[in-house]
């Protein structure tokens, strides 16, 4: 193709998609440079054309009409940056139906909605890029489906939500409650004012779908990813993991063991020294380990204008390449083959327990006894001085079946000794 | 093309090459399900076939011919584990002739003649792929071809040799001298029998010549590198440099400024809480700075059978994806443009420098005067008592032009009170 100039439409002109207008225009020759070809925004929808915007540029180029975009035949590449389901869903699909290569930075809907949309992406013959809806700036689609594509993928663990990590880096360092360093993420940027999709998980589960679908080459669903978020999470709880030598990190676990697939995202006590638990503030990383390739960390900003700009104008250059080079068939398919999923019961893992409990004689031997019972066993235990009568007390188990634990737990609540169970946590070795 | 088997040609049967060959046997049905092409390895061509080898492989495979993989017309992919430069030179440019595809993980070739190489591939509408070249296992040349590519890169910095980092390790946390840690890591397979290109810094300087190439988007001569190995650095000044809250590490960095690039490979101190600091033992770590992303730190095996054999087998499914869908013009051309190189003397860095001077009355004064009139400037001093009038002074500059530290040092080496000058080490904050 001989064009000297390729056309994007912009959909959506908020963080993201200011961020991808920036660098587009700031490094606008060194790219030109590179591709051989000049990268020109044609359009930006946004849903209101008199909201004041923060960065410049032209008025122009503005329209709150999205067939302004998908209907140009002059537009080659549509960028989707509005976020949201519905709306980017019905978008997206009408670019590729109507020849269009497609970016987007959409977790929710590349978790949700992924596989339908490329099947449709690969009918047009055309592509959808998705490098920013997993890990904001830091590379990580491309490494899983290509550099690391030789090997068997053993687990994923990650930190990758910025606001809950940020949140948690506040309590561990600075001895903050959760409230005071949720108010201060707002504060600073790094939460949004409303913040329950960070808080509770689920925009860490959106990521882990993407990146174990292609880890592991399975279509996962949302439900087969156990779910919770840092919300319970106390400071006294971050003071005792760290007197037993751990943090405690939001992590994103994917896992392919003989009997299937583990899928969490859950707060986690992980030792000091493993190299997640020095990634601080906003930062993010993603552990991966491969048969072959063993132990790779992947660190870098998770999300923010220019990050997920970064990784969304590599997309965009790699989509005119393409276009530019008329690149037949040069499209890496994911094949996904089905895979089980292990019911939460039947997962592995160590507990953390802190509770309350009469301080009385005989007490310990019925913990103990309700423990044994469950074939739970116990790695740690500490026990503080009592105050009135009620003695605190943390346990961590050894490794343990999940419905065990529970059953165990279940017992404990039963116990008119035990007067509060005050958090259970997961521990990652 | 309707090939259900793809046929390679492995060159070299070491370390590397077994690695190779024992991935694409044990993850070769999930290799064949995710390309829908088998990959098959026709021969392996070594140099004595009567070697015994740790990996068993079919004889029938293995051949001292070479011609018996460049002029198989059913083989694809030469696959060139070899090492060396003259031999491997000779072979890849062949292979491209014979119009094969070539994937290598040779680093000190594609660091001397990777430019003229891929120009041959070009020419020949064949590629050459090197991932395995730079960072062993860890994902380095797509990230910064693709997912980085619309970044300004200002600064890599990374510690790209396992050897020297398992020795330094070992000399900082577990007290051992040099000599003793060097002889650990032969025991152990960190270091080759003959080390001297990895202690010297010559491999590091090899793999930052192959990124600094990409992230600049330059041709870079081995000659523009300044390169310092570790072969002088003392357990006394680890000691000092964690006394002065620093780790040593031999780093390779790379950076361009207005004036130029700066390319250097040297033993480095960095605060302990850089993230790169914490990379231990033969693990290796590359961290980029671009200017929309920000950092980026990517982690992991730099060497090793599988972590490199990963690399290579990853290249190895690209070439068979192009050869199987009959991809036209999906090869990501570097555009080089020639930049300047900043000289030594002209760099700007922080210097630690430790000596023995006379203990006597002025002699501070001499060397404060040595110091100031070269307009270097100092940050933080430490003396310690001295033992038989002899002091031992640690200085850590601020940040000054290499030049005039130079001069400095050689009026310092020209005063009788000066003792002795016994380590000059590079500071990067």
Redesign the interface.
Same mark, same amino acid.
């Given at each position: 193709m001989n064009k000297d100039t390729i056309k994007i439409g912009l959909l959506g002109f908020g963080t993201v998609g200011a961020?991808v207008y920036q660098? @587009?225009t700031?490094?606008g020759n060194?790219?030109k440079?590179?591709l051989?070809v000049k990268i020109e925004v044609k359009r930006i929808v946004v849903r209101n054309l008199n909201k004041p915007r923060a960065l410049a540029a032209d008025r122009e180029l503005f329209t709150d009409t999205i067939d302004h975009v998908l209907l140009d035949p002059e537009i080659d590449i549509v960028v989707e940056t509005m976020g949201g389901i519905e709306e980017a869903h019905r978008a997206i699909a009408s670019a590729l139906e109507h020849d269009k290569f497609v970016v987007t930075a959409n977790k929710d809907l590349m978790a949700q909605h992924g596989v339908e949309l490329l099947k449709i992406a690969k009918e047009q013959e055309k592509n959808i890029f998705y490098?920013a809806s997993a890990g904001g700036?830091?590379?990580l689609i491309?490494?899983l489906k290509? +550099? @690391?594509?030789?090997?068997?993928i053993v687990k994923i663990m990650g930190i990758i939500n910025g606001t809950t990590n940020y949140i948690l880096t506040k309590m561990s360092c600075e001895n903050m409650e959760y409230e005071t360093a949720l108010a201060e993420a707002q504060a600073k940027g790094f939460a949004e004012a409303n913040p329950a999709s960070d808080l509770e998980g689920r925009d860490a589960a959106y990521k882990l779908n993407i990146m174990a679908s292609l880890a592991f $080459?399975s279509r996962i669903k949302m439900d087969d990813i156990h779910v919770e978020g840092i919300t319970e999470v106390k400071l006294r709880d971050i003071r005792y993991a760290q007197e037993l030598g751990y943090a405690i990190k939001l992590l994103a676990i994917g896992e392919e063991k003989q009997e299937g697939l583990s899928l969490r995202v859950h707060p986690t006590l992980i030792p000091q020294a493993h190299?997640l638990a020095?990634v601080k503030n906003e930062f993010n990383?993603v552990f991966l380990e491969?048969?072959?390739?063993?132990?790779?960390? @992947?660190?870098?900003?998770g999300a923010?204008a @220019?990050?997920t700009? $970064?990784?969304v +104008?590599?997309d965009?250059?790699?989509a005119a390449?393409v276009i530019k080079?008329?690149?037949?068939?040069?499209i890496?398919e $994911?094949?996904f083959?089905e895979k089980d999923i292990i019911p939460l019961a039947e997962q592995f893992s160590r507990f953390y327990l802190r509770l309350k409990a009469q301080d009385e004689p005989g007490v310990f031997a019925q913990l103990a006894a309700a423990f044994g019972n469950a074939k739970v066993s116990l790695d740690r235990i500490i026990q503080k001085r009592s105050v009135e009568k009620t003695a605190e007390i943390v346990l961590v188990t050894h490794d343990v079946k999940e419905g065990n634990f529970m059953q165990a737990l279940s017992s404990l609540r039963s116990m008119p000794t035990i007067r509060s169970i005050n958090s259970v946590l997961r521990v990652v070795e």
């Open positions: 961020g660098i @587009l700031q490094n060194d790219i440079r590179k051989g490098e700036g830091i590379p491309r490494p290509n +550099c @690391l594509a030789a090997n068997r $080459s190299p020095a990383a491969g048969d072959a390739v063993g132990e790779v960390m @992947l660190y870098g900003r923010g @220019l990050p700009g $970064s990784a +104008c590599g965009i250059m790699e390449r080079n008329e690149v037949k068939n040069g890496i $994911s094949t083959t």
